[in-house]
């Protein structure tokens, strides 16, 4: 391993997207990271070696029979390097990786790493479906490999379908997060998470779809990058991340209270308040102590404003200062997604409005995501919920820097 200075293995195989490793490359640059770029033999068909020096200020390694070279280089650079990330990966790579080739510095490096693998695939959506991808792809998971990516979206030869590699800020996360940055260390996160449920009486309810995933998934990576993370979330069956202090609530006057209680009165116990939460914006006017019994062909259930637990916050939180606010915005209608959450952003006086889709916010590891600030909109893509969380993380200790 390194000495000071985390390092990381930059393989860049041949693919259209290896015009996107600069970026990932660059990313790592300004994280703090020592890059070591290797390239295959075909991977300099597609970008220069020269880009990759330019940016990391290392030579580009593409061959083990550098005759300059003193010892073995796969054993010497596996020695340097924290984690080794294939960005681009082919199938053939993906292929050569899960039988344990060594017949080039890309593979041979693989087999001798004892840090995390992570793997960025790109290739046309039918290789990615194949059978034979899927085998190799199963194996390479089955030994420690992280994925991430590919995602859905519109590939080189124009078609669209899963294989376009993921996003180069999603990648550059995964990798930070593979090495363990602790740079949230000793920040105090708030996050809630899943649905609030009102009750009408005492066998039914007013909830809504999410699940808590996205909050979890936040919580979770605040805690592996040093923070101390309570997570306020609402009725799921998830378990809770490690390291995380977790306070089950119910319905949002709850969630409103334990908030209160973690933020303390004057908003100083605590860092950042990330609101994944689904907050329900209505309940019931009155909750009827015993259960209501069937009548009426139809029947109305009056219904009261609940407050708006983050807008409160933001409003009793002065310009700059602590704690970071993040918000979440999901619509169904797509055309208005960004100007609604451009409004909540605005509204709710919050630094940051995570803007997703109703059709995939809900239920799966997955978000199509925006993120919505002062600077304005950043398309992130698919991408996993681990991944935006990192993301969202990243946003939040920027706005630490810089905040009073
Ligand atoms: N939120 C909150 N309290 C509420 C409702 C929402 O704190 N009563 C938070 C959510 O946790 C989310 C953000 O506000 O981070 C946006 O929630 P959303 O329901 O989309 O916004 P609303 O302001 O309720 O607007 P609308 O329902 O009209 O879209």
Not at 170 to 186: E, K, N, Y
Not at 294 to 302: E, F, M, N, Q, T
Not at 321 to 349: I, M, N, W
Request: hydrophobic share 50%.
């Amino acid at each position: 391993m390194s000495g000071e200075k985390k390092a990381v293995a930059l393989v860049v195989s041949g693919s259209i997207a290896a015009y996107k490793a600069p970026m990932v490359a660059r990313l790592l640059v300004a994280s703090g990271f020592r890059v070591i770029p290797v390239m295959t033999a075909s991977a300099e068909r597609f970008v220069g070696g020269v880009t990759f020096s330019g940016l990391t200020g290392e030579a580009v390694l593409t061959s083990m029979w550098d005759s300059t070279f003193a010892g073995e280089m796969h054993v010497a650079i596996a020695r340097q390097v924290d984690v080794v990330a294939y960005v681009p990966a082919t199938a053939d790579l993906i292929g050569r990786l899960a039988t344990g080739r060594a017949d080039d510095l890309a593979s041979a490096l693989g087999l001798v790493a004892r840090g995390p693998r992570i793997v960025a695939p790109a290739m046309h959506p039918q290789m990615w479906q194949h059978p034979a991808t899927k085998r190799n792809v199963a194996q390479l998971v089955a030994d420690g490999v992280t994925f991430v990516g590919p995602v859905h979206g519109v590939v080189a030869s124009g078609e669209e379908g899963v294989g376009r590699m993921a996003e180069p800020e999603a990648i550059a996360a995964a990798i930070r997060s593979a090495i363990g940055v602790q740079d949230l260390q000793g920040r105090r996160v708030v996050v809630t998470a899943g649905p609030t449920i009102e009750d009408v009486d005492p066998v039914r309810f007013l909830g809504n779809r999410s699940t808590g995933k996205m909050g979890f998934a936040v919580a979770s990576a605040a805690a592996s990058r040093g923070a101390r993370v309570t997570l306020i979330a609402g009725p799921t069956h998830l378990a809770t991340p490690a390291m995380v202090q977790r306070i089950d609530v119910r319905s949002t006057s709850e969630m409103g209270r334990a908030i209160e209680d973690a933020l303390g009165a004057s908003l100083d116990r605590a860092d950042a308040l990330v609101m994944c939460a689904a907050v329900a914006d209505y309940r019931p006017a009155q909750v009827s102590a015993a259960k209501e019994k069937k009548g009426a062909d139809r029947i109305s259930i009056a219904l009261v404003k609940n407050p708006d637990l983050l807008g409160e916050i933001g409003a009793r939180r002065t310009a700059l200062d602590r704690p970071v606010l993040v918000g979440f915005a999901v619509e169904s209608t797509g055309d208005q997604l960004l100007a609604y959450a451009r409004r909540k952003l605005v509204d709710k006086k919050v630094d940051l409005i995570v803007a997703n889709g109703a059709e995939t916010a809900f239920a799966g590891d997955t978000n199509r995501a925006w993120l919505v600030d002062e600077q304005g909109d950043r398309d992130l893509g698919t991408l996993a919920k681990r991944e935006l969380a990192d993301l969202i993380l990243d946003e939040v200790k920027a706005r630490l820097h810089t905040a009073r």
